[in-house]
Each structure stands twice: as C-alpha cells, then as structure tokens.
C-alpha cells in the first residue's frame, strides 16, 4: 500500500484515491524476507519443485507451484491445505508464510506438507504471534516462538527467530485498542474508526529498525518463522 500511485485512465485515478483512504499495513515490511524466500527456493535447483501453500498472489519463480483456496492471479492450483493433490515426495520445499492460523486444523495440514516433502526438503513458515483478529477466511490460532518449534519438531531445525518485530504488534494492537474504545459498540462506527486509528498508529512500526535483534524480541514480536529440513 506504500507503492508509488498509479494514475493512468480513470481506474489508475480511482486507485489513487483509495490510497489516501486506505492505511498502510501495520507492520514494516522487510524486502529482505522476500528476497530470502526467493534464495531458499533458487538453492532448490532448477528442476526441483517448490509448494507455495495459501500463495494469494506471490510469485517466487517458475518452479515454484502456487496454491490457494480462491483462484487469485499467478494461483496454479486451487486446493486446501489439508488434503494436498499431490503425491509423496514431489516438492524440494514448502512454504507456508502466514498460512497455519488461517487453516481449521493446523496438524493435517503439517503432515500434508510433509508427505509431499522429500527427504531433506526445506520447509519455511512464518506465523502470528501478536496480531489481532483476520480472518481469510478465518482466522483460528497464534504460536509463541518455542510453541512453534514444538509444532515443527518432526523436522530438523536450520533457522527460527522473529518475521514481524514488537513495535509492529504496538502499531495493530493500539489500532484495534482504539477503534474497539471510540466505535462504541457500534459495528457501522467500527470500520470508520478503525481506519482513523490505523492512520494514527501506522507510523509507530517503523520503529521496528531500532531494534536490537535478541532472543527476548520474540516475547513480543508480531510474527515468528522457521525453517527447517525434513529427515531421512
């Protein structure tokens, strides 16, 4: 949402306008995630398949396969992340960034992406742990950073620390705090508050560059992830 504006034609000038109403997101987005994901999937090899579980409208490159629940832009396959149609050992990696709170159970769909892991596969997750309510299309749990590597114990850990700092779980928590405060009880009030707090609060994330990285940031971080292999 902090994209340059696009003003081509009536639909460009009608975007515009939506982002002066729509606030930003309310966490710092780090390019260098991204750019990450897309080194873990390059290291795969080129013949080597990449699973991008609940993809939305990511791209990570031609051999990573997208899948999502709705028929989104780039989705290659429409498909639940519970019951994947794929066979055993077909993808080198699996990614699910901020996939596990969204499905109703979470476990089937951990042993789902390792059924189709291969042996030594990577698997990368990243999952909310200071983040208020959203659904899509619901939204049903949060892992601490030890929960989440009890969750993922059946793989080899490489890596795991915090995606989204603390100051970032401030910005969406006080957006929330305050909208719930000034609607007042209202569910029509709610969204217009809501986005009147999120332009109030938005630029507190930022502060997100001045922390230190230590292993306590995690006890108020708004993300986590993991990356992990699977094991012979």
Request: charged share 20%.
């Given at each position: 949402?902090?994209?340059?504006?696009?003003?081509?034609?009536?639909?460009?000038?009608?975007?515009?306008?939506?982002?002066?109403?729509?606030?930003?997101?309310?966490?710092?987005?780090?390019?260098?995630?991204?750019?990450?994901?897309?080194?873990?999937?390059?290291?795969?090899?080129?013949?080597?398949?990449?699973?991008?579980?609940g993809?939305?409208?990511?791209?990570?490159?031609?051999?990573?396969?997208?899948?999502?629940?709705?028929?989104?832009?780039?989705?290659?396959?429409r498909?639940?992340?519970?019951?994947?149609?794929?066979?055993?050992?077909?993808?080198?990696?699996?990614?699910?960034?901020?996939?596990?709170?969204?499905?109703?159970?979470?476990?089937?769909?951990r042993?789902?992406?390792?059924?189709?892991?291969?042996?030594?596969?990577?698997?990368?997750?990243?999952?909310?742990?200071?983040q208020?309510?959203?659904?899509?299309?619901?939204d049903?749990?949060?892992?601490?950073?030890?929960?989440?590597?009890?969750?993922?114990?059946d793989?080899?850990?490489?890596?795991?620390?915090?995606?989204?700092g603390?100051?970032?779980?401030?910005?969406?928590?006080?957006?929330?705090a305050l909208?719930?405060?000034?609607?007042?009880?209202?569910?029509?009030?709610?969204?217009?508050?809501?986005?009147?707090?999120?332009?109030?609060?938005?630029?507190?994330?930022?502060?997100?560059?001045?922390?230190?990285?230590a292993?306590?940031?995690a006890?108020?971080?708004?993300?986590?992830?993991?990356?992990g292999?699977?094991r012979?």
């Amino acid at each position: 949402m902090t994209r340059p504006w696009n003003v081509g034609g009536t639909n460009g000038l009608r975007r515009s306008y939506l982002r002066l109403i729509v606030p930003p997101d309310p966490f710092r987005f780090d390019p260098a995630v991204d750019s990450r994901v897309r080194e873990l999937c390059r290291a795969a090899g080129p013949e080597s398949l990449v699973l991008n579980l609940g993809s939305g409208r990511t791209r990570f490159g031609p051999a990573v396969v997208n899948l999502d629940l709705q028929s989104f832009p780039g989705v290659d396959v429409r498909g639940n992340a519970e019951a994947l149609p794929f066979c055993d050992g077909t993808f080198a990696g699996v990614l699910l960034r901020g996939v596990l709170e969204h499905v109703r159970l979470a476990e089937l769909a951990r042993d789902e992406a390792k059924r189709v892991l291969r042996s030594g596969g990577f698997i990368y997750v990243e999952v909310p742990f200071l983040q208020p309510f959203h659904a899509s299309p619901e939204d049903y749990r949060r892992f601490t950073l030890p929960g989440l590597r009890v969750f993922l114990s059946d793989f080899s850990e490489e890596d795991a620390g915090v995606q989204i700092g603390p100051v970032s779980s401030l910005a969406w928590v006080a957006r929330e705090a305050l909208a719930a405060l000034f609607s007042f009880g209202s569910r029509r009030a709610y969204p217009k508050v809501l986005t009147l707090a999120a332009w109030a609060t938005f630029w507190l994330k930022h502060l997100d560059r001045l922390v230190v990285p230590a292993p306590f940031v995690a006890h108020a971080a708004s993300a986590v992830y993991f990356l992990g292999r699977k094991r012979a």
